[in-house]
Structure formats: C-alpha cells, structure tokens
C-alpha cells in the first residue's frame, strides 16, 4: 500500500469514515487481485475493531501486552510528524529511516500507561491496524489468499480483543452469507456493519 493510502486509512480508522469510503471506492475496482481483495477485507476488520466495536474492557484484561513484546514498530513519517507536533519530540522512536522508509517505535513501548495507550489519539498507524494489518501479522495468510472468500485472519493467541472482534464479524459475514447466497465483498461487509452499529458497540 502507498503511504497515501495508508495515511486516509488511518483517517478513516479514526472515525473518519468519509475517508475510509475514498479508500474503499479507489481500490474495489481492482477488487479480482487478492492481494487488494485481502487488504480491503483487512480494512473493514480494522475499522470494526476501531469504529464499530469498543473492546477496551479486552485491552485492559489483557494488560496490552501488543505494546509490550515483538519487533519494533513501524512509524510512517505523517505518524512521526503528528507525534512531534503534539509532544515536541518523539521518544522511543528512531531518528533515522530505515530501507523501506519507517521509522522504529521500541517496545516495550515508552507511551504505554498502565494497560492503555497514554498517545491513544495520534497513535502510530500501525498500532490501530493491529492485530488485521496486512504488513506482519498476516502476511503468511495474504501469501497464501488466492481472493475466494474471506480470508481466515490469524491472530496471536493472546489478543483476546482482537478475537473478539473477528468472532462478531464472523457472525455477520454468516449472516450476509445466508442472506445473499454467496459470502459477502468488503462494500457489503462494511455496509452491513456501519448499519448494524451505531459508533462504539460495547462488546
Ligand atoms: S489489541 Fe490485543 S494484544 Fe493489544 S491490548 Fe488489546 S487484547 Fe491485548
Ligand atoms: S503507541 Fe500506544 S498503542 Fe502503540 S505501542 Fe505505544 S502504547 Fe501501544
């Protein structure tokens, strides 16, 4: 994805669903290559899991142990530029690029507040496309996606948020299934969700 499309994405995932809907309408005509068809279904996981669904009581039970254990995480400049903007500086993160253009968020992560992110509302993108983000934690199943159905996203054991979400998106998707007779594309699915709920379902 180009930083474009990554920068009105994290828009949308901030309840900009104006944003979000650009996005789908510019990429859903090349909605036959999976790789797309996998990113949009990821997109409409994501937003369910930013948007739609409010499972911070998860988080919390978790303890947000995604801010605590795995690689470094990657820093888009417009994440960098906001952070700096807002806190002056930007610790934990690295001050050079690297080959493909992040920068590097450390974690443990420096931000982190008991269980809760203490730069929740200009979070890096990657941390609001977790745990559906198409750059790591599934990139073993978009290799793999050959665009029939939806994908089965894989996640870590321990995000109990994240399963949550995927388990009420299941339901919907069976749903729509019966429904039309066939599964439904990521419009479908997001349609489908944006009437089912009004901002912030607590799960
Ligand atoms: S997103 Fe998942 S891993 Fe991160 S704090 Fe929430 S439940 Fe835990
Ligand atoms: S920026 Fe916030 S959500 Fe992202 S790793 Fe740090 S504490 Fe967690």
């Not at 996981?45 to 142990?65: H, I, T």
């Not at 994440?79 to 080959?99: F, M, W």
Request: hydrophobic residues 35%.
């Amino acid at each position: 994805m180009s930083v474009s499309i990554e920068f009105e994405t994290k828009k949308g995932l901030r309840e900009d669903l104006e944003a979000f809907e650009r996005i789908l309408n510019a990429l859903e005509k090349y909605e036959t290559i999976p790789i797309v068809k996998f990113g949009l279904y990821s997109l409409v996981f994501q937003l369910a899991m930013n948007v739609f669904l409010d499972v911070s009581s998860y988080c919390e039970r978790c303890g947000g142990k995604c801010c605590d254990y795995g690689f470094g995480i990657p820093v888009y400049e417009f994440d960098y530029k906001e952070i700096v903007n807002k806190l002056g500086g930007a610790k934990g993160i690295s001050d050079k690029r690297d080959s493909v253009n992040f920068r590097i968020l450390e974690r443990p992560c420096p931000y982190k507040r008991g269980w809760a992110c203490g730069i929740h509302s200009f979070k890096p993108y990657a941390c609001l496309s977790f745990p559906f983000s198409t750059e790591d934690e599934q990139k073993e199943v978009m290799d793999t996606y050959n665009g029939e159905g939806i994908p089965e996203f894989k996640l870590p054991e321990y995000c109990i948020a994240g399963k949550k979400v995927r388990e009420i998106v299941k339901k919907i998707i069976d749903d729509l299934t019966k429904r039309l007779g066939r599964q439904p594309s990521p419009r479908e699915l997001y349609e489908e969700l944006k009437s089912r709920f009004s901002y912030k379902l607590i799960t």
